[in-house]
Every structure is written in C-alpha cells, then in structure tokens.
C-alpha cells in the first residue's frame, strides 16, 4: 500500500493482491478501477485483473505487447487501439456478458467488442 497515493502500488511483475471473489460464476460481470500506470515497457503484459484457469478467462488488460492498449480478454483476446495514459489517474472498466459481446472500457470510450467465449458464469 502507497500512502502518498492512497492506493495499493504494484511495482513488479507478477505481483498480486489475492482477493477472495470468483468472477466465473457470474453470467453478468462488471469490474472498474482507477489506475495510474508510471511507464509502459516495451514487449510486456500489463492484465491488472483476471480469473485465467488456461483460456483469457475474464481479465482486464492495460496493455499487452501482443494485444494492444485497453482491452479485456473474455476466453479470447482482440487488438486494441487505446493507448492507456502513463503518469496520471485513469478510469479503466471490463463488462462481461455470457456468450455475447463484453467490452472494456478506457476513460468512458469502448475498446474492441470481445464475444465471451471463457465458459464462465455456469451456476
């Protein structure tokens, strides 16, 4: 947790904040979040939420040298072209419907339609 910024701070990678919710049960899942990203390295992965058990199931992703910029992955990911902002608060949400088209969303704009392929939101 970073103080001056009255935030949880993730400064490396493959760093976790572990929290106790599965997102598979859900037909019906939205998760939105600021976040401040300082830098982009070049050829990384920045998915800063998901439920993976081995398909892009339900994660949201801030930026991924294979993808693009903004983006969620929902058993498949698309490329995307929004660019997240670096030094300064942004607003990033990821909606997610069963078998149809789930977003995500950068500062109010939509990303590429994903159609939900991951097999998650089964009771």
Partial sequence: FDPKEDAFRVTSDRTFINLPVNLNKYTTLTIDMWVKLNSIPKNSLGWVI???????DRSIILHDYRFGGVNIAAGQA????????TGTWIHIAG????NGNSNAY???KAGPTVTDKSGNGVS
């Fill in 50 to 56: 998901g439920n993976d058990n081995g398909g892009y």
């Fill in 78 to 85: 698309s490329k995307s072209t929004l660019t997240p902002a």
């Fill in 95 to 98: 909606v997610w419907r069963k």
């Fill in 106 to 108: 950068y500062q109010g």
